[in-house]
């Protein structure tokens, strides 16, 4: 999958125990509804655990994600996935606004792919192609995208000199689509996150709300557009798109984000609440703890966690001097399971663990 910044990947086996611990007794594969699904790491693993996974989120980019890594099903596209990679892979480069943009007017991709993704995509657009095959298609394009660019993980910025993978060739590959999962067939939505909330239902809900002021459609500004293809106006040295500027959300907003947060708890339709924070966030554990206490028990688990590469590396500005310094390298997610006050204690489920306190 992309590169990405609050990616779970090492708290997924954590996850997955979360949800069958907070899970209703009777039901074997409980559904799970993801509001701020991002990558779809965590809706995969869940499908591939058997759940019936409904993913949501507002980004084009997120939902498209959404739909190849967990509605999609791999006995319905196999075949025409593969013929089409085998044909795209053949497809020489044309530049267009792609290599105008983050090519040429900044240096996010070589020029040489950033000439095959023009090519490909346009060729995407041109094709009649069913829901679902179009967003696994255009997951193996961002993918192989993601594997030549240059940058430490975000597209706010791009590195001063190529990083050795963007001298590599573009070479698209099948994204990892699952079989349909043994609880039913996935869904994959792009509401708001309160809209979700209000109308989707499952078993447990999972929910990763931003936690700070940078946007995530700022950070992958670059995918937005390769997933919409609408060619927007762009400001700044990373070229944003124009709609950066006023597509803002309540979650990224200190003032905002814990009125935003508290009526999302409140009317998310779910038995049973999984909720990732961590302790760099603008809410403390203590605050969001307060929030959850009006639905149930709550048991929450800490874990040690490592920042992502570019708060390793330091703070640049444009000419590429190093203007700041690097602050703490880890940080602590926590994640907070809440269950109905009659139900199981999810603690007997989890066996005791230094990490584990229940309130």
Not at 169 to 194: I, M, N, T, Y
Request: hydrophobic content about 40%.
């Amino acid at each position: 999958m992309i590169k990405y910044l609050g990616s779970k990947r090492t708290l997924l086996p954590a996850i997955l125990r979360a949800v069958r611990a907070v899970a209703p007794p009777d039901a074997p594969n409980p559904s799970v509804l993801d509001l701020f699904s991002g990558t779809s790491r965590v809706g995969h693993a869940l499908k591939r655990a058997g759940h019936r996974v409904i993913a949501n989120d507002h980004n084009a980019y997120a939902y498209t994600l959404a739909r190849c890594y967990v509605q999609a099903d791999r006995e319905d596209i196999l075949p025409d996935a593969e013929s089409l990679i085998a044909e795209f892979n053949r497809l020489p480069g044309r530049p267009g606004y792609f290599t105008d943009t983050f090519c040429a007017r900044s240096r996010f991709f070589h020029p040489r792919n950033g000439e095959r993704i023009d090519a490909i995509r346009d060729r995407i657009e041109a094709l009649d192609l069913p829901p679902d095959l179009r967003a696994v298609m255009l997951i193996s394009l961002m993918e192989a995208a993601d594997r030549v660019d240059s940058t430490t993980g975000v597209q706010m910025a791009y590195l001063k000199s190529w990083a050795p993978r963007a001298m590599g060739d573009l070479e698209l590959r099948l994204p990892d689509v699952l079989p349909r999962a043994a609880g039913g067939k996935g869904e994959a939505h792009d509401l708001d996150a309160l809209d979700a909330a209000a109308r989707l239902e499952a078993d447990v809900a999972y929910i990763d709300p931003p936690y700070n002021q940078h946007s995530y459609l700022g950070n992958y500004h670059i995918w937005e557009t390769l997933v919409r293809w609408d060619a927007p106006p762009v400001y700044g040295v990373a070229c944003k798109r124009e709609d950066c500027r006023a597509r803002t959300s309540p979650f990224n907003s200190r003032r905002a984000c814990a009125e935003a947060l508290s009526r999302l708890f409140e009317i998310t339709r779910a038995r049973a609440l999984v909720v990732s924070i961590n302790d760099e966030g603008f809410l403390s554990r203590e605050q969001v703890e307060a929030m959850l206490a009006r639905r149930g028990r709550i048991t929450t688990l800490a874990h040690d966690y490592k920042r992502y590469v570019g708060a390793q590396i330091g703070i640049y500005n444009p000419q590429g001097r190093k203007v700041g310094r690097v602050g703490r390298l880890r940080n602590t997610e926590f994640l907070c399971l809440v269950t109905p006050h009659n139900a199981p204690d999810p603690a007997a489920v989890l066996g005791q663990s230094p990490a584990l306190e229940t309130r």
